[in-house]
Structure formats: structure tokens, C-alpha cells
């Protein structure tokens, strides 16, 4: 995670979770009208919807998903990958210390997508030896698969910098947090899944009196917070082309 984020900037539940937020009705459509976007699909060095905090409180603007950006041109500094943030890293890496420093964010998002691997004989992942496993042979096919939660907004918890550049110029940089592969996910993406934060949540994450080690527990999870769905869709209208597939909190954890 994550190939491709879909974009949240017109989703019409946005603005009450704004109100929720502490946001006036006023202050929601300013903050909407200067960062609505056009394209539907957000790939890393693109601008993403987050809420940040700011000397002035948390505060929604778009930021660009890379988190290292080149400190004289304010552009993303492709020597590191890091438009995601691995979780078990958040308190180790010097990527978090180093000027500018880190914050938890958040990044809106209707949902996310991934690419499910075909591999050689039509297998999946979970399918592969474990050798292969270790390092999967090139794939024959690739499936775009939707992970989201149905009619809401997905609150991606993330790490952000804000950068000041050489003619006074603000900006705001992004990567979203990524936990460990979920076994009923592999199938899917091997790799990681993202860390998607709860309402009731966001106050404590967005404070940036906190230290980032009280939030270690949310760093460790290593399951679905609540019910998801993983639906498979065409290219490029995202229509379903199949029957969605539940991501259910510990769908294998009775099995071991």
C-alpha cells in the first residue's frame, strides 16, 4: 500500500466530518473551495486532501504524498520512498527527526486501490511456494482491486513535514502510515496495509503534545480495524467487474 488513493475532495459526507472536526460552516467552504480536485485517482507525488496541525490548530489542506521533499526546490526527493511511512519504523527512523520534523496527519480518502498479482499457472500469493513467496516471480496479470468503506470516507493516519521555501513559500508534505501484511490480504497485496484511524480518534492523533510512542499500540496492529470491502473494478471508470470481498476483523485469527 498504496498504489493509488481515490480521491475524497468531493465526497458529500466530507463536510460534516469537518463540522465534527470544529470547523465552521464558513470555514468548510473556503477550506473546500481552494482544495477540491479534479482527478479521481491520486498517485504518490500528487496533491492529497489531509488534515494537518498547524501553529493556528488542525487545519484541511492539500499536500504533496511524498514526505521528503529536496530542501531548495520543495519537490519530491525521490532518493527515498516515501510516500508511505512504515509503521514499525515510525519510532526508529531518522526520516522523522531530521528538519523539518515530523506530525501525525490524516489523509481523506474514499478508499484505495491495489493491484492483485497473477503469477505463472494463474496463482495467487497465498498460492506460491514459500520460497516464491520470498521473492515473488514476475507476473502474467494484474487485477485492480477498490478497498474502501462503502458510501464513508477513509481516514488514512499518516506523517507529515511542513517546509518553508527560499522565497517564504509554505508547504505541507505527506506519507501514509503502513502496517504489516493482513493474512486475509495477501492475495490482494502482500506487502503492507494502511493504518486507517476512527473518529473518536482523530483529537488524540492531531495533538501534537503527544508523544509518538503513545500511539505504539496502533502501530502494531496487525488486523482490520472495522469491515471492509475489496472490490474489483475496470480501468479507467473504477465500476465494479465483480462481487466485492469482506475484509472482516479477525477473519483468521480463530484459525490461527
Not at 490548530?57 to 510516500?83: C, H, I, Y
Not at 488486523?223 to 471492509?228: F, G, I, K, Q, V
Request: charged content about 20%; overall charge positive; some cysteine.
Amino acid at each position: 500500500m498504496c498504489g493509488a488513493i481515490y480521491n475524497a475532495s468531493d465526497h458529500p459526507a466530507l463536510p460534516g466530518l469537518l463540522s465534527a472536526a470544529g470547523y465552521t460552516r464558513a470555514e468548510i467552504d473556503a477550506v473546500l473551495g481552494t482544495v477540491v480536485y479534479t482527478k479521481r485517482e491520486l498517485r504518490p507525488t500528487d496533491r492529497v486532501l489531509s488534515l494537518v496541525p498547524t501553529k493556528a490548530g488542525k487545519r484541511v489542506m492539500s499536500a504533496v504524498w511524498w514526505l521528503k521533499l529536496d530542501n531548495e526546490t520543495l519537490k519530491p526527493d525521490t532518493q527515498w520512498a516515501s510516500f508511505n511511512c512504515q509503521s514499525r519504523r515510525i519510532l526508529t527512523s531518522k526520516m522523522h527527526s531530521i528538519p523539518p520534523r515530523s506530525y501525525r496527519a490524516v489523509v481523506f480518502a474514499r478508499g484505495f486501490f491495489e493491484w492483485q498479482s497473477i503469477y505463472p499457472g494463474g496463482r495467487l500469493f497465498t498460492a506460491l511456494t514459500p520460497d516464491e513467496q520470498k521473492k515473488p516471480p514476475r507476473p502474467i496479470a494484474k487485477h485492480r482491486y477498490l478497498i474502501h468503506d462503502p458510501g464513508k470516507i477513509m481516514m488514512l493516519a499518516a506523517m507529515c513535514k511542513h517546509w518553508v521555501g527560499p522565497d517564504g513559500e509554505a508547504m505541507v508534505s505527506t506519507g501514509v502510515i503502513t502496517l504489516p501484511p493482513h493474512p486475509d490480504f495477501l492475495d490482494i497485496h502482500y506487502k503492507s496495509f494502511p493504518l486507517v484511524l476512527q473518529p473518536d480518534e482523530l483529537a488524540g492523533w492531531l495533538d501534537k503534545s503527544r508523544p509518538h510512542k503513545s500511539f505504539e499500540p496502533l502501530f502494531n496492529l496487525t488486523d482490520y480495524r472495522h469491515s471492509l470491502e475489496a472490490v474489483p473494478v475496470n480501468e479507467p471508470a473504477f465500476e465494479p467487474i465483480g462481487d466485492p470481498i469482506p475484509l472482516v476483523p479477525g477473519a483468521k485469527a480463530s484459525n490461527g
